[in-house]
């Protein structure tokens, strides 16, 4: 199965040397190239991508702010020449990193990290493992059903993801983005590049931080607004 990507950049130069880098590689398969953000958006509303290479500096809208704009982004890797923007990066959970003038190697170092990624998430959570009020996770050798009732938070924890539950943890290989497309989200949110948390387990809400049970969790700045977005909705005023 190929790994269908996406480029976004708007210099010529750099689409054409990252196509020939997909090009050279048979595991990928170029979907579209784009050269701005809207056109990004037109391609990704078409479905089908499980990678984008994307620029920062672009006219109209950044890369970060489009990022800011998608619900369900694909995996991406950052393309850029400026150093400044990766911390940034990191809290959309991004792949990797990539500063221009990008080497073959270094390309192959990501695009080897996104196949990995892609591997767990769907050896992890195939389609049948969805029920309408629960998930069955794969740990241990064998599928244990878990209601949403009873998970508290989930939390990145290197190639896996810890699942806190009322009655106990489960470690189970697969990302945070795979896991947030299963998850309903009139239950769950996203806070920050390394949490989901339990709408209903929320104790008390801060302004960087929420308390669910004993755990204080961090909000990332960039998960603010869809916090902000999921309590509005169930705020009385």
Known sequence: MKIRCLIVDDEPLAREV?????????????????????????????GGIDLMFLDIRMRGLNGLELLDTLRHPPLVIITTAYSKYALAGYEYAVVDYLLKPISFERFLKAVNTAADRLRHANLELPEHGVG?????????????????????????????????????????????????????????????????????????????????????????????????????KLRLT
């Open 18 to 46: 990252l196509k020939s880098y997909v090009a050279s590689l048979p595991f990928l398969e170029l979907v579209a190239e784009c050269k701005d953000a809207a056109e990004a958006i037109a391609s990704l509303h078409q």
């Open 132 to 232: 309408e009020d629960f998930l069955f996770f794969k740990a241990d050798g064998e599928d244990r059903k878990v209601p949403f009732s009873e998970i508290v938070l989930l939390e990145a924890y290197g190639n896996y993801i810890k699942v806190h539950t009322e009655k106990a943890e489960i470690l189970v290989p697969g990302t945070m983005k795979s896991l947030e497309k299963r998850l309903p989200e009139q239950l769950f949110v996203r806070v920050h590049k390394s949490f989901i948390v339990s709408i209903p387990h929320i104790e008390r809400i801060a302004e960087n931080a929420i308390d669910i049970g004993k755990r204080r969790i961090p909000i990332g700045k960039h998960y603010k607004r869809s916090v902000e977005k999921a309590i509005e």
